[in-house]
């Protein structure tokens, strides 16, 4: 009795030792992946969303690879792993980026689908030193889509500048104003490509008290794909002379308001920078009328000619 009291001893002493080693190489090669999702619930039909998901460990110390496996029956032609079905993690590399691309067919149901994506991270072959232990781990992202019959136009400012100009010049009687490139980083968070519809400045002096110049962009933005975060320029017309400003812009969509704030504004003597300002499109609307006014006065001068040397030749045969 004792004999066998003695071995179910040992025993148990051995298996929670084994147990507890590997508990704490588990922890010790943690792995996870934020966000552990993939959502969008404004999809439309030949949209294509991408989203990046991080894939990182605790323990670098091994080279490993990431086993993908998609697992979404319904919608699982519309699924891409950039990266492929393996993605290497390197010996010393803690994160690794994962690129998810969803391509929505012409003719998807308006719908809501779900579904996941397998990890598993495993020993590397090609890199993994002989006799190197590694630990399986692995992850879940969920997938949550929505197909829908919606347009939505909508946007994000995640950025904001203003880099120094040159003031405005003259030309003969001409002034060309000089010209503000408003610089905007846009998350497009709507599913059509869209643009702030217009950006607006409130120049003051440098105390922030006296209202010096009312201006807006000219010409149109550039348009941002949906669910794409790109920086574009507003152009915006200044006749201020040299010297430091406070503008205080408002950008918009349509009518409503995405962001407003204050920035610092330095307008630079003619010719500081190597950067044109304004051309034609930057004149005032008297100026433009007294460049355009001669041109049209000798066109038609020339239409009224050419109809007087016809009915001149047509006269004398």
């Known amino acids: 009795m004792n004999f066998l009291l003695q071995k179910l001893t040992l ?27 993939v959502k969008n619930t404004s999809l439309t039909r030949n949209s294509v969303y991408e989203q990046q998901i991080l894939l990182v460990r605790s323990d670098t110390s091994v080279a490993q690879k ?59 072959d090609d890199q993994v030193a002989p006799g190197a232990v590694s630990i399986s781990l692995g992850a879940l992202v969920d997938i949550e889509l929505s ?42 968070t709507g599913n059509v490509n869209v643009a702030p519809s217009r950006v607006e400045f409130r120049i003051y002096d440098r105390s922030g008290k006296a209202l010096l110049e009312e201006t807006e962009n000219i010409g149109r933005i550039k348009k941002i794909k949906p669910y794409v975060t790109e920086t574009v320029v507003a152009e915006i017309p200044t006749r201020l002379p040299a010297g430091g400003y406070i503008a205080r812009y408002t950008i918009y969509n349509g009518d409503e308001v ?60």
């Open 147 to 188: 197909v829908i019959d919606k347009q939505i136009k909508d946007f994000r400012v995640r950025r904001i500048s203003a880099p120094d100009l040159n003031e405005g010049s003259k030309f003969a009687w001409l002034f060309f104003p000089g010209k503000i490139r408003f610089s905007m980083m846009i998350e497009n």
């Open 258 to 317: 995405k962001q407003e704030g204050d920035l610092s504004l330095n307008i630079l003597p003619e010719g500081t920078l190597q950067m044109a300002g304004f051309g034609f499109f930057g004149l005032s609307l008297s100026h433009k009328v007294s460049v355009l006014l001669p041109i049209f006065s000798l066109i038609i001068a020339g239409i009224y000619v050419w109809h007087y040397r016809r009915k001149m030749k047509d006269v004398s045969r």
């Open 66 to 124: 990431a086993e993908i496996v998609v697992d979404a029956p319904d919608i699982e032609d519309w699924i891409v792993i950039a990266e492929g079905s393996e993605i290497k993690i390197p010996q010393g590399v803690q994160k690794v980026p994962m690129t998810v691309k969803i391509t929505v067919p012409g003719d998807a149901p308006f719908d809501e689908y779900k579904g996941s994506i397998r990890i598993r991270t495993l020993p590397d």
């Open 11 to 37: 025993f148990c002493f051995v298996l929670s030792t084994l147990f507890l080693s590997v508990s704490v190489d588990e922890a010790s090669a943690g792995f996870g992946i934020t966000p552990p999702y």
